[in-house]
């Protein structure tokens, strides 16, 4: 399926730099501007005015990386791996993704979700085959696929232990990276040792958690920076990003920077 040229707006697709424009600029002179270009789920996409203080990862991500890199935050809100492809969205990154890009994957949020078949994947089998067609995808037009288990969820228990929920679709991300050569950015893993790290309480502060809503999955400006932190620092750890092409890692990022633009109409 393709998508209007309406969807697409609503999508931030066609528009991923104005949606990035604090974090990003114009290219160095003499030097390539590339694109990453990011498919996922709310806990990576864009967020707007009327869901303020809720943040995607991907929102903070281009304050992490140099200017003659530019983000394309292509993640929407309930998509999972299948369904981001039968909406026509990864079609609508491939359409324009160019040779030396990057496509940065992740899903799983959506896709563990058994009572609805329109989102619905297996880990070892239909969530691997749709992960497929992300990263042949990229390759068939010269970009670098890049492969990010999920982010972890806010979840603990009587101990005060951070505890996992996204079941096997991590380790059949895992797989699969290793079975294409793929890179691989372990945030799922990294995510939940620093929910452990920060305790109960202390991730509160990460998540969007207001006085009238308590969201253990979505995150607010700090805790977005803090993921966006994680996915920076495995692009580097890697090497899918070299050292010129990241910045701030160790600085502190104003949470003043995080925007929220209203929806288009």
Known sequence: MSLTRRQAAVAGIGVPLALAMSGTARATPGRRSRTLYIAGDSTAAQKY???APETGWGTALPFLLHRHLTVANHAVNGRSSKSFVDEGRLEAILSSIRPGDFLLVQFAHNDEKTTDPTRHTEPWSTYQDHL????EGARARGARPVLATAVERRRFDADGRAVPSHGEYPAAMRALAAEERVALLDV???SLALWQELGAEETKK???WT????DNTHFNPPGAIAVARLVARELLRTRVLAP??????DAEIPESWITWPEAVA
């Open 49 to 51: 005015a009327d869901a």
């Open 132 to 135: 497929r067609m992300y990263v």
């Open 188 to 190: 799922q893993a990294l």
């Open 206 to 208: 990460y998540f969007n």
């Open 211 to 214: 006085a009238s809503e308590q």
């Open 244 to 249: 010129r092409d990241v910045r701030r890692l």
